[in-house]
Each structure stands twice: as structure tokens, then as C-alpha cells.
């Protein structure tokens, strides 16, 4: 009855669009089911001498020509690392997620688990149901079948001529069709599976051209099923069911192999379906500041891969996109390139689930700096190119050696930028510069993204921290999807992130593996160097309180977070701060993180608790050593909060005011919201002050407003005070 009620609501929050596509998507699918058959595009005969015509030039042939030279000569290891991967494949062993590398076994069972060992039922593709509580986890079964170990054991081939590592990936393709007849099985469970996979074979047969192991007649059974797979994937996109990275990655696929065998009937419908599926997502999916609207890093870079994939192998073709494509693949690439740390990796916000849309090298998205080094190329951006830190090898295999030579015409330069604001997304990025010991730290005080929030974490006002080579403050990552509800539920919670629980709650209900029953507004407030500022209202409904947040960053390379709080009766504040092993500090092994799909590990946990009635604020201070002094100061009027920070010769003092009321601490009277003040040997020689009207120290007026404008901030003050004071009185 539940599943019924459920349905039922479904239904009645259609739109009349979408209930027509689904009506023809159900009729579609039962036709298929009934007959066990439906149309099939046709193929050229002899199809293996069409491949190595049009198609494969359209498929970067140019590109690829006399690579390995080039290879042997700049990047021998490139060719180690392949035909040691190839050595494993040929044993079937393959790299799978944070499961480690895992033995498939003499003969490959493309229907079984690899990891739990279970055999997945064959089924007709629209018969399988996940969900919380499942016991099942597709994830695993669906990232081998991507196939995309495949173009690896290619490439081994086309760089060495061993003819062993080409038999291997063809008796693989053929063994695959030989267990999964069109819409039986797991493996036709996903339109986006299907589309990765579809790329992932096109790059192998490709490859695999000069090969003897691709004969005519394993060529037009691997050309007949490719060609099979892309016609699912046209005939049932995810226009409504995941209108997110499935459908940009189904687009991607249907938009190349249209490019790549356009002078073919099905395909040049593919390839009309595919561009407009794409020009469509980048203006709906992607905000316009270039974040993409699911608010993950990982999401993020998948999106942005396939968009690159469509954008190289249109230039290639001389294909040309609306300029909204390149103008928002361009932003999001300016935010991949502040969201890199000094390290290269980026940080695990929202869902991660450690698969790639293209895997020729790198597995994962821990790091996409290739996809920066494909950006610099075909924006000719420096910038981008500094931050890639070095040639990559999916550019060369996307670009050719023309890339190469773009790579070396300029040696590229440091962005100009050490702040960035994303205002659409809310995310506030903040480095002390852009060398490799620079500190890096990313303010989250945006929302749950678009649509249903599926691939978006309880996180609001959370940071991140990167300093000194290592992370310091760590965002806890995801895990796993759909078999394990419980764990599921704890990566998406507010406790899992750096950010705060009042009264032991979410910021969020949550509703499901991909849903939440509630929503939450979050805001940016004063984004300026030095300090950021946000706050959300997800505990606004059940608890009434709004939760406002401050992260001021002086250049002397200390953070101090400020919490405040606003609203009505007694709760109970929870401070999290997850932390990186081996950082120093009064930590307890009490939650986890993950660093990847289906692995997690303890995590070292910093909890600090406040009990009381709003209005009510905590101070945090986050100090690169031991042994520097961080004290209370007792305020003399007012109701507020005052701390004090000594280091390397300086005094810091940092106040916040509650109720809008003056405050007095020391020998200072202050008028506004927030104040962060250095002194050295007892002179104020900075200010920081935040909606402020006044500040006097030791009876002088240092500064005094009409209004409280947003932000101020004061240097030189001994030599400045009284022309200051002039100067805002006027005003």
C-alpha cells in the first residue's frame, strides 16, 4: 500500500509533458518486452574497412598518429604503466573502486558481483527496483560493466603491437554480448550505463583497428551490439527519471557516435538528439556562476568531462556548439581551477562515487587536473595550465600532439585570484596563494542544488581546510548508495560534516537514498578577503533558530570561526570538526569518512557543545602550533563574546556582539556585529570590523558611522586615525 500512495503522488506532480513521455516510454519498453525484439540500426558491410574510413578519422584519427615515438621519447612511463595494467587484465584482475582490485575469474560472468560474490538475476531491463533496504548495491556490477578497462588493455596494444592484449579485449566484448541479448539483464538496467559503456567501446575498437584480433566478423558482431545500445539509449533517455549526470552522459554518447558515423541513418538522428540533449543540460544544469547545480565535486567533474569530450571531438570535426556550451564549460572549468588544492586534489563535497565519465589514465575525480590541462588547450587559458601542473595523458589522446605544442608555446601563469565567489552555487574559496604549501579553505553556504538535492550532503556553512601540503579539516564523503540505508544516512548528515547540530538534527529531513522530506534557504552574507560569511534557516521550522556563520582568515595563517545563533528557546549546539590523520590535536576516533566507493575508515573528531538560549554565539580558533595562547576576555558592558590570540609578536582580538548591543572589552568600546582587531606591543594596528558604527580605543574615536555598512577594513591605524574619522563623518 505504502509503494501504491507513493506512486500515486508521483503521478498527480506530473506535468503534462512528463506523463506523455512516460506513457511512451511505457508502451516502448512492454513492445520490447512482448517481442523480445524491436528494431535494430543497420550496419555497412564490410563493416571493420568502414571503421578505418570516415569513422575512424572522425574518431580523432589524425590525433593519434605516430603518438608512440612521441610517447616513448617524453613519457616512457605512460607505456610502462599501461602494459603493466594490461599484464593484469589479461588475468582478469581489475581495479574496481575502493574495493581493490578484484578477480573475476577464468571465465568473466558480466552478471556477477565481483565484490559479494552474488549473481544478479536476468531480468527485462525495467524489472529491477533499488531503493532503501534493498540489500543491493548495483554500483558494483554497473562500474565493470562500463567497461572501460577496455581502451586500457587497447592502448597497451597499440603502444607494444602485443597481440595478446588485443585477443583479450575482444574475447571480452564478445563474451559480454554472448550473456546480454538486447533488454535482458542488469547491464540494460541504465541508460547511462549503457552510454559510458557505448564510449568506452568505441575507444576500444578504435584503437584496436590495425589488430588481426578484430577480424570482419567480431567487428560486426561488436559494431552490431554497439550500434544496439546507443538505439536504447536514444529511445530511453533520462529526460525525467534523472535529469542530472545521466542524462548529460547519455547525451554525450549519443552526441559523438552520431559525429563519428554521421553518414548513417540512425546515427545522424542520434547525433541531432545528443547536441540538442547537451545544449539543453549545460543552460538548465549547470548555474551561472559554472558550478553544476547537484553541488558535488564529483558530479561536477562528470559533467564537465562529458561536456569536454563533446567539445574536443566537435573542434575535431569542425563542429560547433551554441555559445552558451563553450561560454558555461569554460566557468566551470574557472571553478574546477579554485576548487583544485595545492596538491591537486579536490575535496569531497556532496556525493562521490568514485567513477569517471572517460578513464583512459586516472580513475577517479581524487584529482581532475587532466580535465584542466584539456581546458587550458581549448580555451587557451594559462591559468588553467598552471594549475594542471603538468601535460596529461587524456589531453594527448583527446587533442594529439598539437595539444603538446599548445602546452609548450606558453608556460602558463598563476591565476590572479586568491578568493572566488560563487554566488548561484554558494561556495566561498579562499587561498593564501597558488604555490604548493599555500593553505586552502572552501566555505559551503549554499543549498541542497537543484531538483530533488539527490547528490547533495545536510552541509550547509561546512568547511574545508587544506594547509601545508596536507588536509587539516575533512568532509567525510559518501560510502555507498543503495544497500546500506543506515550508512548511507550518516554520510548525508549534518554530524558528518564540519558545521553544527542543534538538538542532535539534521539541518535537513531525509527521505531516502536520493531525497529529503525537507528543504532548507541557505545565504551568503559579506564575501570579502579575509572574511566570509553565511547562514541557513534549516532549523528554522522544527526549532526556530537561524544559524549564521563567519570564517575570518588573517594573513598570518590561523582561522577563526564564528557561530551565532538567533531565535527562541533552549537547545543544545554541536560543533563538528573532522580531522585529518596526522594532524595535532584534543580529538577522538568517534566518526568516519570515506576516501572512496565502498570503503570507509575511523575518522579523528573534534566536538564542542553550548547549551542555551538564543541569541548565543561560539568562537572557534584554528591554529597552525601548540603553545599559542588563545584566552577568554571578560566583556565590561554589553552582551557579546570576546577572545583573545597571541602569536609571532601580535595580539588578535576577536569580538562578536549579540542583541545589537555596544560592547566594552579592554580599552575598547565597540558599535556593531563583529570586530577583529591586531595590536602590536599595545598599538591597534588593523581593524576588521563587520555592520559596524563605531569603534574607540583608549578614548580616541578610531572610527565612527552614520550607518553600518557591510564591511571595513583598516590598516596603518596609528597614522590614520584622525583623517579617518573626518572621512566617515562626512559620509
Not at 532503501?132 to 554500483?139: F, R
Not at 575525480?365 to 587559458?381: H, K, M, N, P, V
Not at 591586531?678 to 580616541?700: D, N, Q, W, Y
Request: charged content about 20%.
Amino acid at each position: 500500500m505504502p509503494e501504491l500512495v507513493r506512486k500515486l503522488r508521483r503521478l498527480s506532480a506530473m506535468g503534462p509533458g512528463e506523463l506523455a513521455h512516460r506513457v511512451r516510454e511505457k508502451v516502448h519498453s512492454e513492445l520490447d518486452r512482448v517481442s523480445g525484439s524491436r528494431p535494430r540500426p543497420s550496419l555497412v558491410i564490410p563493416f571493420k574497412a568502414y571503421l578505418a574510413g570516415a569513422p575512424g578519422e572522425r574518431f580523432y584519427g589524425s590525433h593519434r598518429q605516430d603518438l608512440l615515438p612521441f610517447v616513448g621519447e617524453h613519457f616512457p612511463q605512460w607505456i610502462d604503466r599501461a602494459v603493466e595494467e594490461a599484464e593484469q587484465l589479461c588475468r582478469h584482475q581489475v581495479s574496481l573502486l575502493g574495493y581493490g582490485t578484484v578477480d573475476l575469474g577464468p571465465a568473466i560472468d558480466w552478471h556477477r558481483d565481483p565484490v559479494t560474490g552474488r549473481r544478479w538475476e536476468r531480468r527485462f531491463w525495467t524489472g529491477y527496483r533499488f531503493g532503501d533496504g534493498c540489500g543491493q548495491d548495483p554500483k558494483i556490477i554497473h562500474e565493470l560493466n562500463r567497461h572501460q578497462h577496455l581502451p586500457r588493455l587497447a592502448k597497451a596494444y597499440r603502444w607494444t603491437g602485443d597481440e595478446r592484449y588485443a585477443a583479450e579485449a575482444v574475447a571480452q566484448l564478445l563474451s559480454w554480448i554472448d550473456q546480454n541479448p538486447p533488454g535482458r539483464g542488469i547491464n540494460w538496467q541504465s541508460s547511462l550505463e549503457i552510454a559510458i559503456r557505448a564510449i568506452s567501446w568505441m575507444w576500444t575498437i578504435f584503437l584496436l583497428l590495425p589488430s588481426r584480433s578484430l577480424d570482419e566478423a567480431s567487428a560486426q558482431r561488436i559494431g552490431g551490439a554497439l550500434f544496439e545500445q546507443l538505439e536504447h539509449v536514444h529511445r530511453y533517455p533520462s529526460v525525467f527519471s534523472s535529469p542530472n549526470t545521466h542524462l548529460i552522459g547519455e547525451a554525450a554518447a549519443l552526441f559523438l557516435a552520431g559525429l563519428v558515423f554521421q553518414d548513417q541513418n540512425r546515427p545522424a538522428v542520434w547525433l541531432q538528439h545528443g547536441a540538442s540533449l547537451l545544449t539543453e543540460a549545460v543552460e538548465s544544469q549547470v548555474l551561472d556562476d559554472g558550478v553544476y547545480g547537484e553541488l558535488s565535486a564529483c558530479y561536477h567533474c562528470y559533467a564537465l568531462d562529458f561536456f569536454l569530450q563533446a567539445m574536443a571531438l566537435g573542434e575535431h570535426n569542425r563542429y560547433h556548439f551554441p555559445a552558451a556550451v563553450p561560454i558555461r564549460v569554460r566557468r566551470m572549468l574557472q571553478f574546477l581551477m579554485h576548487l583544485t588544492r595545492p596538491d591537486g586534489t579536490l575535496p569531497a563535497l556532496g556525493d562521490d562515487d568514485s567513477g569517471r565519465a572517460l578513464a583512459l589514465d586516472q580513475r577517479n575525480y581524487r584529482s581532475y587536473r587532466d580535465g584542466l590541462c584539456t581546458g587550458a588547450i581549448l580555451f587557451r587559458r594559462g591559468d588553467f595550465q598552471y594549475v594542471s601542473g603538468s601535460f596529461h595523458e587524456e589531453t594527448l589522446w583527446m587533442l594529439g600532439l598539437g595539444a603538446w605544442e599548445a602546452y609548450n608555446a606558453s608556460p602558463g601563469h598563476k591565476p590572479a585570484d586568491t578568493q572566488a565567489f560563487f554566488p548561484s552555487a554558494g561556495y566561498a574559496i579562499q587561498r593564501s596563494g597558488w604555490d604548493p604549501l599555500a593553505s586552502h579553505l572552501v566555505f559551503d553556504c549554499g543549498g541542497l542544488g537543484m531538483l530533488t538535492g539527490a547528490h547533495a550532503h545536510a552541509d550547509a556553512l561546512s568547511i574545508t581546510l587544506f594547509r601545508n601540503g596536507h588536509e587539516v579539516l575533512v568532509d567525510a564523503g559518501t560510502y555507498v548508495y543503495n544497500c546500506a540505508p543506515e550508512w548511507r544516512g550518516y554520510f548525508r548528515s549534518t554530524r558528518a560534516h564540519n558545521t553544527v547540530t542543534i538538538d542532535g538534527r539534521d539541518q535537513v529531513e531525509q527521505a531516502g537514498t536520493f531525497c529529503w522530506k525537507t528543504s532548507l534557504l541557505a545565504r551568503a552574507g559579506v564575501i570579502e578577503p579575509g572574511y566570509l560569511e553565511g547562514e541557513h534557516d534549516g532549523y528554522l521550522r522544527p526549532l526556530g533558530v537561524v544559524h549564521r556563520r563567519r570564517v575570518v582568515s588573517p594573513a598570518s595563517g590561523y582561522w577563526i570561526v564564528v557561530d551565532d545563533f538567533r531565535g527562541t528557546g533552549k537547545h543544545s549546539f554541536d560543533l563538528h570538526f573532522h580531522v585529518a590523520h596526522g594532524m595535532a590535536c584534543p580529538a577522538i576516533p568517534a566518526e568516519w569518512m570515506s576516501r572512496s566507493y565502498g570503503r570507509k575508515e575511523p575518522c579523528l573528531a573534534v566536538r564542542a557543545s553550548a547549551h542555551g538560549c538564543p541569541p548565543l554565539a561560539v568562537m572557534t580558533f584554528l591554529v597552525p602550533e601548540s603553545g599559542h595562547e588563545v584566552r577568554r576576555l571578560e566583556l565590561e558592558t554589553g552582551a557579546g563574546l570576546g577572545y583573545s590570540y597571541r602569536h609571532d609578536g601580535f595580539e588578535d582580538i576577536a569580538a562578536i556582539s549579540l542583541a545589537d548591543s555596544e560592547i566594552s572589552l579592554r580599552d575598547f568600546r565597540m558599535r556593531g556585529e563583529f570586530f577583529w582587531l591586531r595590536l602590536e606591543s599595545g598599538v591597534l594596528k588593523e581593524v576588521l570590523a563587520i555592520r559596524a558604527r563605531e569603534l574607540i580605543h583608549r578614548g580616541t574615536t578610531v572610527f565612527r558611522r552614520l550607518e553600518p555598512e557591510g564591511y571595513l577594513k583598516l590598516t596603518d591605524i596609528d597614522s590614520k586615525v584622525h583623517s579617518l574619522c573626518v572621512e566617515f563623518a562626512e559620509s
